[in-house]
C-alpha cells in the first residue's frame, strides 16, 4: 500500500468514527431516515446524491455498480456526486471534481481519475501531477489551472461542505436519497447490497411523494 492511499485510510477512519450518528436509524441498520427531511434541489425528480472520495478505494469499487444502476435508473431519477473535502489532505480531489465539472469532461474523465490513482498509482491528489495528466487527455494545462483555483471552485468545494455538514455524511461512499434516507457501504454490508437499497429507497421515496 502506497503512503498517499495509507493516508486515505486514516483520513476515512478518523472521519467515520468523528461525528455524531444520524437520527432515526432502521431497526436492520441498513439506512436511517432524517427527520425532517432535508431540501432536495431537483424539483420532482427523486435527488440521489453519491457523496463520494476519489481517495475511496470503496468509491471506486462501487463505481461499475453505480453506472450500471444509473442506464436502467427510471427517468424521474436524478444523480449528483458531492465530493466529500472534510478530512484534511481532501481537498485537492474535490478542487479536481469540480474543476472537471466545470469543463464539462466528468462524463469523459470521472471514472479515469478513479482507475489512473488506484491502479495505476498516478497521484493525481497532487497538482502538478493532475495538471500534466490533464494535458494527457486532452486538456488545456492553464485553463485547467485557471479553474482549479478559482473562485467558482471554491464556492462549489464551500457548498459541498454545507451539503455534507447538513447530511451528516460519516464517511464514503454515502448515498442520500431524496433528502429523507441516507445509507452507505458500512450500513448496507457492502457496495452490491449498497445498490440494491438505494433502488429500494427510490421506490419508496417515489411513493411517499405527493402525487
Same mark, same amino acid.
Given at each position: 500500500?502506497?503512503? $498517499? ?8 477512519a478518523l472521519l467515520l468514527v468523528s461525528t455524531a450518528a444520524p437520527a432515526q436509524i432502521t431497526a436492520k441498520g441498513e439506512y436511517t431516515r432524517l427527520s425532517p427531511p432535508r431540501p432536495v434541489a431537483t424539483g420532482s425528480r ?7 472520495? *476519489? ?7 462501487? !463505481? ?33 471534481? *469540480? ?5 464539462? !469532461? ?28 490533464? $494535458? ?14 478559482? $473562485? ?14 447538513? *447530511? ?44
Amino acid at each position: 500500500m502506497t503512503v $498517499a492511499r495509507l493516508r486515505a485510510w486514516i483520513a476515512l477512519a478518523l472521519l467515520l468514527v468523528s461525528t455524531a450518528a444520524p437520527a432515526q436509524i432502521t431497526a436492520k441498520g441498513e439506512y436511517t431516515r432524517l427527520s425532517p427531511p432535508r431540501p432536495v434541489a431537483t424539483g420532482s425528480r427523486i435527488e440521489v446524491i453519491e457523496f463520494f472520495y *476519489y481517495g475511496c478505494p470503496i468509491c471506486y469499487e462501487l !463505481q461499475p455498480l453505480m453506472s450500471r444502476w444509473l442506464v436502467g435508473a427510471p427517468n424521474y431519477v436524478a444523480h449528483r456526486r458531492v465530493p466529500v473535502s472534510s478530512a484534511d489532505g481532501w481537498e485537492s480531489f474535490a478542487r479536481l471534481f *469540480y474543476t472537471l465539472e466545470i469543463m464539462g !469532461q466528468i462524463p469523459r474523465l470521472h471514472w479515469p481519475v478513479y482507475d489512473n490513482f488506484h491502479f495505476d498509482n498516478v497521484q493525481l491528489n497532487q497538482e502538478k501531477v493532475m495538471q500534466d495528466w490533464v $494535458a494527457r487527455n486532452g486538456l488545456d494545462r492553464d485553463k485547467f489551472t485557471e479553474v482549479y483555483n478559482s $473562485a467558482e471552485v471554491k464556492a462549489k468545494i464551500d457548498e459541498s461542505r454545507e451539503l455534507i455538514k447538513n *447530511y451528516d455524511v460519516r464517511g464514503v461512499p454515502t448515498i442520500a436519497v431524496d433528502g429523507k434516507y441516507v445509507t452507505s457501504a458500512r450500513l448496507a454490508g457492502g457496495t452490491r447490497q449498497l445498490m440494491l437499497l438505494v433502488d429500494d429507497l427510490v421506490k419508496q421515496a417515489r411513493k411517499e411523494r405527493p402525487n
